[in-house]
């Protein structure tokens, strides 16, 4: 007599190694790319202890820690970013791996225990989908209503921005019909599908879900990029100024871009000229100028190295650059890029769908705010480099501790 619980028992390290390899290595898993062994893996050990009750005949079977467990992984992928068919395709992986892991005890057993095995896992699989779709379509679910409190309560200072400058309204108008032409067709999709319980939680329509959260994070983005220029135009931009350690302000951005610098194989180098320990600034806006530029580095390179590095120049001023070796800039665009909504030309497609042509103008402005200037140097198919100089300490302010 097989004793397919001892057997899964034995197995469950392996089955988890094989697990995470097989989804790290599926092309179509992108959101497992960016994820540390430990986030992926996630309750999948204790998940398959708990399937070892369930095929154990003298173990009571633990069905409530797999249905907490299933619950719990729903709201960890929502949390991580992945969409229902990487998650979907995680359990088909699952699924099989089990299944290769017990082939040797399965080829010994008789029918009766192969059937019955078989008819354990996958229902116990079946279990696990069900409960982690659950949690997983609620969380999406309070993600959206969270985007549509965020869209509301920008709504009015955007209307008042419309109304107050016309220069901008086409272009605004222009990057605004893309993303909401989406939501409110698969908004119109859901409401149609929204008496059918058997569609609402299907595979296909929380992809749809999906693409209004990205379209509307997108819409979200673009405002609030919008909003940023209007409130440095009208002077409205204070800063808080502190005593600032630049290597620590880099390593925070680092943090946040280097996901995306490696889901491109992409070799991220930082050099920190130590002295710059007690720097007077404002530390969220001089990390939102870094952000700001490693992220376009990284958006237009498609290989090679982006590098930061800061350097002290005299006993007045210091520089940060920030270079790349992407698609680059052609001269005559160089004086031009700074400009709100504008977007360089070339023949190596450089125009990005999700970049809001905001960027730049949003750091040209924050530098001028911080009594710096920017500098760019560019060839096209070579690279970028942009360089901020900053003054050690900003005239007509005060640090503050």
Same mark, same amino acid.
């Given at each position: 007599?097989?004793?397919?619980?001892?057997?899964?028992?034995?197995?469950?390290?392996?089955?988890?190694?094989?697990?995470?390899?097989?989804?790290?290595?599926?092309?179509?898993?992108?959101?497992?790319?960016?994820?540390?062994?430990?986030?992926?893996?996630?309750?999948?050990?204790?998940?398959?202890?708990?399937?070892?009750?369930?095929?154990?005949?003298?173990?009571?079977?633990?069905?409530?820690?797999?249905?907490?467990?299933?619950?719990?992984?729903?709201?960890?992928?929502?949390?991580?970013?992945?969409?229902?068919?990487?998650?979907?395709?995680?359990?088909?992986?699952?699924?099989?791996?089990?299944?290769?892991?017990?082939?040797?005890?399965?080829?010994?057993?008789?029918?009766?225990?192969?059937?019955?095995?078989?008819?354990?896992?996958?229902?116990?699989?079946?279990?696990?989908?069900?409960?982690? /779709?659950?949690?997983?379509?609620?969380?999406?679910?309070?993600?959206?209503?969270?985007?549509?409190?965020?869209?509301?309560?920008?709504?009015?200072?955007? &209307?008042?921005?419309?109304?107050?400058?016309?220069?901008?309204?086409?272009?605004?108008?222009?990057?605004?019909?893309?993303?909401?032409?989406?939501?409110?067709?698969?908004?119109?999709?859901?409401?149609?599908?929204?008496?059918?319980?058997?569609?609402?939680?299907?595979?296909?329509?929380?992809?749809?879900?999906?693409?209004?959260?990205?379209?509307?994070?997108?819409?979200?983005?673009?405002?609030?990029?919008?909003?940023?220029?209007?409130?440095?135009?009208?002077?409205?931009?204070?800063?808080?100024?502190?005593? &600032?350690?630049?290597?620590?302000?880099?390593?925070?951005?680092?943090?946040?871009?280097?996901?995306?610098?490696?889901?491109?194989?992409?070799?991220?180098?930082?050099?920190?000229?130590?002295?710059?320990?007690?720097?007077?600034?404002?530390?969220?806006?001089?990390?939102?100028?870094?952000?700001?530029?490693?992220?376009?580095?990284?958006?237009? &390179?498609?290989?090679?190295?982006?590098?930061?590095?800061?350097?002290?120049?005299?006993?007045?001023?210091?520089?940060?650059?920030?270079?790349?070796?992407?698609?680059?800039?052609?001269?005559?665009?160089?004086?031009?890029?700074?400009?709100?909504?504008?977007?360089?030309?070339?023949?190596?497609?450089?125009?990005?769908?999700?970049? &809001?042509?905001?960027?730049?103008?949003?750091?040209?402005?924050?530098?001028?705010?911080?009594?710096?200037?920017?500098?760019?140097?560019?060839?096209?198919?070579?690279?970028?480099?942009?360089?901020?100089? /900053?003054?050690?300490?900003?005239?007509?302010?005060?640090?503050?501790?």
């Amino acid at each position: 007599m097989i004793d397919f619980s001892q057997a899964l028992q034995d197995k469950i390290d392996i089955i988890v190694q094989n697990w995470i390899e097989a989804v790290r290595a599926d092309e179509q898993i992108e959101s497992a790319k960016q994820l540390t062994y430990t986030s992926v893996r996630d309750s999948l050990p204790i998940v398959l202890q708990a399937i070892v009750t369930m095929l154990s005949e003298s173990e009571e079977s633990d069905i409530r820690t797999l249905i907490e467990e299933s619950l719990d992984h729903g709201s960890v992928r929502a949390k991580q970013g992945y969409d229902a068919e990487e998650i979907a395709r995680e359990y088909r992986l699952l699924r099989r791996v089990i299944f290769d892991a017990l082939e040797p005890e399965l080829l010994k057993g008789s029918a009766a225990e192969v059937s019955r095995a078989y008819r354990l896992i996958d229902s116990a699989l079946d279990e696990v989908i069900a409960d982690c /779709f659950k949690t997983y379509t609620q969380a999406r679910f309070q993600e959206l209503q969270e985007l549509q409190n965020q869209l509301q309560l920008t709504n009015q200072e955007l &209307t008042r921005l419309v109304r107050a400058s016309q220069d901008n309204l086409s272009h605004l108008a222009h990057e605004l019909k893309t993303p909401l032409t989406s939501i409110i067709g698969y908004s119109e999709l859901f409401l149609r599908q929204r008496n059918n319980p058997g569609l609402k939680d299907s595979v296909p329509n929380l992809a749809h879900i999906d693409k209004v959260l990205s379209n509307g994070r997108r819409l979200l983005r673009l405002i609030n990029d919008t909003l940023e220029i209007t409130r440095y135009d009208a002077g409205r931009i204070k800063l808080q100024l502190t005593a &600032t350690n630049v290597r620590s302000a880099i390593g925070t951005v680092v943090q946040i871009i280097e996901p995306l610098a490696k889901e491109k194989n992409l070799e991220l180098v930082v050099e920190c000229d130590p002295v710059l320990d007690r720097v007077m600034t404002d530390y969220l806006r001089l990390q939102q100028i870094i952000t700001n530029l490693a992220s376009n580095a990284i958006r237009y &390179t498609q290989a090679g190295t982006i590098t930061i590095k800061t350097q002290l120049l005299s006993d007045k001023h210091w520089s940060i650059c920030i270079a790349d070796t992407g698609i680059g800039i052609a001269s005559e665009d160089c004086d031009r890029i700074f400009m709100p909504y504008f977007r360089a030309d070339n023949s190596q497609g450089a125009y990005i769908p999700d970049s &809001t042509g905001l960027g730049l103008a949003i750091v040209a402005r924050l530098v001028n705010l911080l009594q710096g200037k920017i500098e760019l140097v560019s060839e096209v198919g070579v690279g970028s480099s942009f360089t901020v100089i /900053f003054p050690l300490e900003l005239e007509g302010f005060e640090i503050q501790d």
